[in-house]
């Protein structure tokens, strides 16, 4: 059964090495081109899938395997982590290609060929599984790094023409080349380990070595680690410049997925890479440094986002933002993993956390980029103070991007909120214990408000408002179905994994019985597991006894659907007419660019006033 | 006694809560409008002014300016979100059958729903008085909404949990300590930007602004809106009542209750004399103001944690 996991793996990985080969030779038939590379990543995707599936199912963790190219050693691992990862990577790569069928015919890339982007396209796909199954720190690492690297390197720079660009995807090339050099040194500079060393390994050499030389190696490897996920001071280096450039069928895979196999690294650094016998004391400081950087990162993050006038930098700056929750929740878990038996629940509450953001953080930001990639190709700008009142002329990309925009908000019985829920809540019940994280806790809620100003901004300025008549181009109509139809699939998604929480807890149940660790011993327990209770309608998470946190979105939707229904009555009970009637402007009956509210002035006097984040756009 | 009654029970509380609410929440209203009438030397309206403006309102014209569906969706979500906060509120120490199926962080994101939801409305309302409104009151959402929460938090570090019931009576008075008063002083301090009155009614701004997000709002949307300000206004006034004000565990919860609202309706005297005693303040003012109560409340929290 282990071989046929990674036999898959591999089969899946040289289809799309093979596709990067053959798909470009027929890039002149731009559709049929793209048609192509839709039907390798599915294909692709579905045997990853399967793959995920088949360990997700299993009873343990399977064996690992070494894959020898000529003469390296190439350790490889596919757990319920991996398998959760990889199936992630898979639904993203394949909705994405077949959105980018249509995107790519945009007016501004007809002159660019596309032989290029063909070729990437599956070689960025086939690095990000390559992360996620490799079990090494040098020689497998340095493949699928440099693969996922340089493809997405040159997918960045595709409109190679405006040098903005072409210096954007540059400095994304050096930080990733430096965050690679920060974890092969790691690798290579761990006493007794060499090219090809397993990660069990190398935390089994860990545990030997001085505590300080230790610290400089777990330091560097979260460093590098955390460059890929977009972590302050990290991220604001090369994240906002590189999403905002690229296509945004590749943003979307940036921000959904790529960044997302930072936090992959981040998670096997601190529960994997730790030694078994390192003091927990240790461990506990490490989960208190990664928890600070995550609250840094998701304040700086987001109130960087509010200030934000280029859609998609917003998006990019919302990405840090929301990678900054998922980083606090993997550093709050490490901490409660400590010696305190009554903390290891809150653990269990907050990775059950950092899991549902990072698959739905996946979901609606893969979805929002989507979206301003639909505005872009229509509009032919993603400026904010152009854009406006495109409710009317695109109504399905807004219904969408309003479902996107309210769960990346965490509104009650959307995707955001369960997770949010769940990282929140557990900073928070830890209370006397760590009082540090209750305030952690309340940081992250602030910012949640500063998430939703954010996404109010966005989706008021895009979609109502008023702004878009003005545009240079005039033709504003629905984009066409095929680049509708992975939109409504994710969205679909999006609604099922806020409703059914439920999904979640059984998946990380999963997880946890298909992974091997200290941690996952712990937190594996039937006991354990129990704690976080579930039921059709939502999660449950008790303390002892009585349960003190809950997340029920079927019950909060029902809820709001009577009051609505209520509230309807209520609006219908007087009898009133209805008319529609223009705005009366006071006399300037028409309006027009000139005299509007713009983007850059929304949330004037907060963005003064939260000047210090940075991130600060000229003349907004 | 037996799950049955228990649920029954239960179900009949959701609807008392909510008939309560309703019932009630104008006539609040209508005490701020007439302490504040008599203390600029006005007669003021009736005390039921606000449930007739309610009922002229709903039988008006409704007026869309845009045609679009935000616009005419934005009062009904305000309005059902902030039922549903009733709904769940378990009000004089009861909690009612939907208590169970919300913790003190889905009250928050209720709330903000209808923030949202009023700002939905703005946004869609091609007005610039609107756009202006809306940005002023999201940046007040930003600020005062963290101080809502730090408020309940207290009642979640005594009791270690986010129950509803266990945040806002779990703790007797007493309990919190000298934080607990450090949180009454800051809560009534942010009263009046919880209730949007002067002079945190920023965004509404009448004589500048002209009503802000509600501008293009009329008949029996405008007073959903309306509807969800008071019952809005009602909430955040009755909240530090619950926290921190001891039940009088008469044995009736009638009595009880009418203590609770009795006591509700002081702090509506006291939102009147505010309003009618204090200008408004500039948004960048009220700003800085809201962030001094941020972080007198934080270190509350942090004191309630310590000690």
Redo the contacts between chains.
């Keep these: 059964m282990d071989f046929n996991i990674y036999n898959g793996l591999m089969m899946g990985v040289l289809l799309l090495v093979a596709s990067a080969i053959v798909i470009p030779l027929f890039a002149r038939h731009r559709k049929l081109a793209g048609g192509l590379n839709f039907v390798v990543c599915l294909v692709a995707g579905v045997i990853f899938t399967g793959v995920a599936c088949q360990v997700l199912t299993g009873a343990a963790a399977p064996a690992t395997f070494d894959l020898h190219l000529g003469g390296w050693a190439v350790p490889l691992m596919i757990d319920g982590v991996s398998a959760v990862f990889m199936a992630l990577i898979s639904l993203m790569a394949a909705v994405t290609a077949f959105y980018c069928v249509g995107y790519m015919e945009m007016d501004h890339y007809r002159h660019y060929s596309l032989r290029g982007f063909f070729f990437c396209y599956p070689v960025f796909v086939a690095g990000m599984i390559g992360i996620v199954t490799v079990d090494d720190l040098t020689t497998g690492f340095t493949i699928a790094w440099q693969m996922m690297t340089i493809a997405s390197f040159f997918l960045i720079r595709f409109d190679h023409h405006d040098k903005v660009i072409v210096r954007s995807a540059n400095k994304y090339l050096l930080l990733m080349e430096l965050a690679w050099v920060a974890i092969l040194a790691v690798g290579l500079m761990v006493p007794g380990c060499t090219w090809g060393s397993s990660l069990h390994q190398i935390a089994g050499q860990l545990g030997l070595v001085d505590p300080g030389l230790r610290t400089l190696l777990l330091a560097l490897t979260l460093l590098g680690f955390g460059m890929k996920a977009g972590m302050f001071p990290l991220g604001q280096l090369w994240l906002p410049d590189a999403h905002s450039v690229a296509p945004s069928p590749i943003s979307a895979m940036l921000s959904g997925v790529m960044i997302k196999t930072g936090i992959y690294g981040i998670l096997r650094t601190l529960f994997w890479m730790t030694p078994d016998n390192m003091p927990t004391q240790e461990l506990q400081h490490w989960g208190m440094v990664v928890a600070l950087v995550g609250v840094v990162t998701l304040f700086i993050g987001t109130s960087q986002a509010v200030k934000q006038v280029d859609a998609k930098r917003l998006h990019a700056y919302s990405s840090i933002g929301q990678i900054g929750y998922i980083i606090m929740a993997i550093g709050c878990a490490r901490y409660f993993l400590g010696p305190e038996v009554g903390l290891h629940a809150l653990a269990l509450l907050a990775l059950f956390g950092a899991l549902c953001h990072t698959l739905n953080h996946a979901v609606f930001k893969g979805l929002l980029f989507l979206c301003t990639g639909s505005v872009q190709y229509t509009t032919g700008t993603k400026d904010l103070d152009k854009l406006g ?1 495109l ?2 002329l695109m109504p399905v990309t807004a219904v969408v991007a ?1 479902i996107a925009a ?1 769960a990346v ?4 019985a959307f995707s955001g ?1 369960t997770s949010k ?1 769940a990282i ?2 557990s900073a ?2 830890s ?2 214990a760590v ?1 540090i994280f ?2 952690f806790g ?1 940081i992250a ?2 910012t949640s ?2 998430t ?2 954010t996404y ?2 966005f ?3 895009t ?4 702004g878009v008549e003005w545009n240079e181009k005039n033709d504003i109509h629905e984009v066409s179905a095929s680049m509708l139809a992975p939109k409504l699939l994710l969205a679909a998604v999006c609604l099922v994994q806020g409703l059914f929480p439920f999904l979640f807890v059984q998946l990380f149940g999963r997880v946890l019985a298909t992974s091997e660790s200290a941690m996952t011993r712990v937190l594996g327990t039937p006991e354990m597991l129990s704690s976080l209770a579930q039921s059709y ?1 939502g999660v449950t998470f008790r ?1 002892g006894d ?7 979105p079927l ?2 939707i029902a ?2 659907v009577v ?2 229904l ?3 009555w ?14 009366w ?1 006071c006399g300037y009956q028409t ?1 027009n660019s000139a ?3 713009l983007s850059s ?6 963005k ?2 939260t000047k210090w984040t940075g991130g600060n756009v000229r003349g907004a | 006694m037996s799950p049955m009654p228990e649920l029954l029970m239960g179900i009949l509380l959701v609807i008392a809560n909510l008939v309560l609410f309703l019932a009630l929440a104008p006539f609040f209203d209508g005490i701020v409008r007439r302490v504040m009438a008599r203390v600029q030397s006005r007669q003021g309206p009736p005390l039921a002014q606000s449930y007739y403006d309610l009922l002229k309102l709903l039988g008006k014209e409704n007026i869309d300016s845009t045609g679009i569906l935000p616009f005419r969706l934005a009062p009904l979500v305000a309005f059902a979100s902030m039922l549903c906060v009733i709904a769940i509120l378990p009000v004089a120490g009861r909690a009612t059958a939907l208590t169970p199926y919300a913790d003190a962080i889905s009250l928050v994101y209720l709330l903000t729903l209808g923030g949202v939801a009023v700002l939905l409305g703005a946004f869609a309302s091609k007005n610039i008085y609107a756009l202006i409104g809306a940005s002023r009151e999201m940046t007040t959402m930003i600020m005062v909404e963290p101080i809502l929460f730090m408020i309940l938090m207290m009642g979640v570090l005594k009791t270690g949990s986010l129950d509803l019931t266990a945040v806002i009576y779990g703790t007797p008075s007493a309990g919190f300590g000298w934080p607990g008063v450090v949180m009454i002083v800051v809560s009534l301090f942010a009263l009046q930007a919880f209730v949007a009155r002067q002079p945190f009614d920023i965004a509404e701004a009448e004589q500048e602004l002209l009503g802000g997000p509600f501008i293009e709002y009329s008949g029996p949307n405008y007073a959903l809106f309306k509807y969800y300000m008071m019952l809005k206004q009602m909430f955040y006034a009755y909240l530090p009542i619950a926290m921190f004000v001891p039940l009088i565990h008469s044995g009736y919860f009638i009595a009880d209750l009418a203590v609770q609202m009795l006591l509700t309706a002081l702090v509506f005297l006291l939102i009147g004399l505010l309003s009618a005693t204090h200008p408004r303040y500039r948004i960048d003012q009220a700003i800085r103001y809201f962030a001094v109560l941020f972080v007198i409340a934080l270190c509350a929290i942090g004191a309630a944690v310590i000690f």
Excluded: C, Q
């Design positions: 009142g409710f009317g309003g309210i908000s965490g509104v009650p909120f829920w929140v809540g928070l019940l209370g006397k009082g209750v305030i309340i809620l602030v408000a500063m939703l100003a109010v901004k989706y008021g300025m979609f109502t408002s008023v309608a303390l009585s349960p003190v946190a809950f997340s029920l019950v909060m809820m709001l009051a609505l209520f509230a309807l209520l609006r219908k009970a007087g009898g009133a007419e209805e008319r529609t009637a223009p705005v402007l309006l005299n509007r509210y002035h929304i949330f004037d006097a907060f003064k006033f």
